[in-house]
């Protein structure tokens, strides 16, 4: 008897879903890894096309420019959608939405866009003011802008809103607790087959062809969701759904933000461990991008994008596994400031090994000729590890950390903290070091990111000499409020073991 309990335990943290379950567990999972291909197989996608056809601070001039008001125009879009249809017709809209645009892009936009861009226009601007070429070859390059708008776009509608608005409504209490962190896992299939698809030669010559594996795996998410809900429809039994209170969800502007996160030094060292991490992991990109850039212009072989980022998205999906399976449990154990830590940590000893490379790329050469190797090839497989590491250890370990600050606090700080930190946070990072780029480029680089790694890799340096600080800072507060929230439970708890 105590055999079959042992083995149920070990079956239960290996695969902690009910078999009662599956009927909504799997088709769940289907849809998840569907999104999460789509994903980074489009992230691929637009990174590729801007380094192939313009300079890497294109990239930077986009995302400060045109990003982020384009998606305050889909949000508010969604909005609308949302108020005037229900849960299936909002996820069909923004599937149906894409499809429509993915399809465009592989028949007309992305076939034509060397007919369709602007390139008169861009030397006219680029003669006048050529400090600015990253925004004029944005504009010049306008079909691959808006295909990079659009996956950006992917991430935020598809897979943040869309899909977890969904399972958050069919999924119960209980069963979040095992479904989500096991959900996740099976989230980085997705980025390994699309590292798959890339790796495919029809795809590494002609790298837009990968759009029509986006285009079935959108199809099949609408065949899976749309028979997935008639079925809860009409066996609501099997899928235990219950009725769960609506979160409180506070909207707050930017300004409001800042006023509330400056009335809290806990919730301000929280905001500057994710401002942090969104703006080391966007510098250490931009230089990184630059390397992968040059390395392809000095092969000569266009080719070797699709090698590259298929490389990264199976890496990214291999050593998130790895790190969850073997490392996240022990990680945790040893307390939330050593596990908050580790992301820094890990990006602080990369960056520099990856700038060693740029910086002392001449002297290695020698050494590494024997190897038949080079400092440059080096440097952009370092970059690219770099990147898949930082990102696998955001996902395992910063995510989970981050959140764990907000609960000894109290619900109103926690929802309208949250709504702060996040809407803040995660915005503020990537804007500021897209400002940077764009501006110091601009300011002493002549729009090239090669001659500004200097500031950058000092300032990535001193944000994570920052973000170390506020980690050492806070866990001494989340201690203390944790006692102090311990002391808030205990009366609560002495009355109920009374009764």
């Known amino acids: 008897m105590q055999t079959q309990k042992k083995n149920s335990t070990i079956r239960g943290m290996i695969f902690p879903i009910h078999k009662s379950e599956l009927r909504k567990f799997l088709p769940m999972v289907f849809i998840f890894i569907l999104i999460s291909f789509c994903y980074a197989l489009t992230r691929s996608l637009k990174d590729m096309n801007m380094l192939?056809?313009?300079?890497?601070?294109?990239?930077?001039?986009?995302?400060a420019v045109a990003t982020t008001?384009?998606?305050?125009?889909?949000?508010?879009?969604?909005?609308?959608?949302?108020?005037?249809?229900?849960?299936?017709?909002?996820?069909?809209?923004?599937?149906?939405?894409?499809?429509?645009?993915?399809?465009?892009?592989?028949?007309?936009?992305?076939?034509?866009?060397?007919?369709?861009?602007?390139?008169?226009?861009?030397?006219?601007?680029?003669?006048?003011?050529?400090?600015?070429?990253?925004?004029?070859?944005?504009?010049c390059h306008w079909p691959i802008s808006l295909?990079?708008?659009?996956?950006?776009?992917?991430?935020?509608?598809?897979?943040?809103?869309?899909?977890?608005?969904?399972?958050?409504?069919?999924?119960?209490?209980?069963?979040?607790?095992?479904?989500?962190?096991?959900?996740?896992?099976?989230?980085?299939?997705?980025?390994?087959?699309?590292?798959?698809?890339?790796?495919?030669?029809?795809?590494?010559?002609?790298?837009?062809?990968?759009?029509?594996?986006?285009?079935?795996?959108?199809?099949?998410?609408?065949?899976?969701?749309?028979?997935?809900?008639?079925?809860?429809?009409?066996?609501?039994?099997?899928?235990?759904?219950?009725?769960?209170?609506?979160?409180?969800?506070?909207?707050?502007?930017?300004?409001?933000?800042?006023?509330?996160?400056?009335?809290s030094k806990y919730l301000m060292l929280l905001s500057i461990l994710v401002i942090s991490y969104g703006l080391v992991i966007a510098l250490f990109e931009a230089v990184e991008k630059a390397q992968i850039q040059e390395f392809v212009k000095i092969a000569g072989d266009n080719a070797l994008y699709?090698?590259?980022?298929?490389?990264?998205?199976?890496?990214?999906?291999?050593?998130?596994?790895?790190?969850?399976?073997?490392?996240?449990?022990?990680?945790?154990?040893?307390?939330?400031?050593?596990?908050?830590?580790?992301?820094?940590?890990?990006?602080l000893v990369m960056t520099v090994l990856f700038f060693t490379f740029l910086r002392f790329g001449t002297v290695l050469d020698d050494f590494l000729k024997g190897f038949h190797l080079n400092a440059l090839y080096l440097s952009v497989q370092v970059g690219l590890y770099n990147v898949v590491l930082i990102k696998s250890v955001k996902y395992v370990l910063f995510d989970p950390t981050k959140e764990a600050v907000y609960i000894p606090l109290d619900e109103e700080t926690k929802v309208r903290g949250k709504a702060a930190v996040d809407g803040v946070g995660a915005r503020l990072g990537k804007s500021l070091a897209s400002v940077l780029v764009t501006s110091m480029s601009t300011l002493f680089g002549g729009g090239d990111i090669a001659s500004i790694r200097t500031p950058i890799v000092l300032i990535i340096i001193m944000v994570i000499i920052v973000w170390l600080v506020a980690i050492r800072a806070l866990g001494k507060l989340k201690v203390r409020a944790e006692e102090n929230y311990e002391a808030e439970m205990l009366p609560t708890r002495n009355v109920q073991v009374s009764k």
């Open 306 to 347: 699709a090698g590259i980022y298929s490389n990264q998205q199976i890496a990214v999906g291999i050593i998130s596994i790895l790190v969850t399976l073997f490392f996240a449990t022990p990680i945790l154990k040893r307390g939330w400031r050593f596990a908050a830590s580790v992301t820094p940590v890990t990006a």
């Open 69 to 139: 008001p384009s998606m305050i125009f889909f949000t508010i879009v969604y909005g609308k959608v949302s108020r005037s249809t229900g849960r299936d017709g909002r996820f069909n809209a923004v599937m149906i939405y894409f499809l429509t645009f993915f399809t465009f892009s592989l028949l007309f936009l992305l076939p034509h866009k060397q007919v369709l861009q602007l390139s008169n226009l861009s030397k006219i601007l680029e003669a006048k003011f050529p400090s600015f070429i990253g925004l004029w070859e944005a504009i």
């Open 147 to 263: 295909f990079y708008i659009h996956a950006e776009a992917w991430g935020t509608f598809a897979l943040s809103v869309s899909f977890w608005t969904f399972i958050n409504e069919i999924t119960t209490i209980k069963q979040a607790k095992r479904f989500y962190s096991f959900l996740g896992t099976f989230g980085t299939v997705g980025s390994i087959l699309a590292g798959l698809i890339l790796k495919l030669d029809n795809v590494r010559t002609n790298f837009d062809q990968s759009l029509q594996f986006v285009i079935i795996a959108i199809v099949l998410i609408l065949i899976i969701y749309n028979y997935f809900t008639a079925d809860i429809k009409a066996h609501p039994a099997y899928y235990q759904i219950e009725k769960k209170p609506k979160n409180v969800k506070v909207k707050m502007s930017f300004v409001d933000s800042m006023k509330f996160l400056a009335r």
């Open 52 to 63: 192939k056809e313009t300079n890497a601070t294109t990239i930077y001039w986009l995302k």
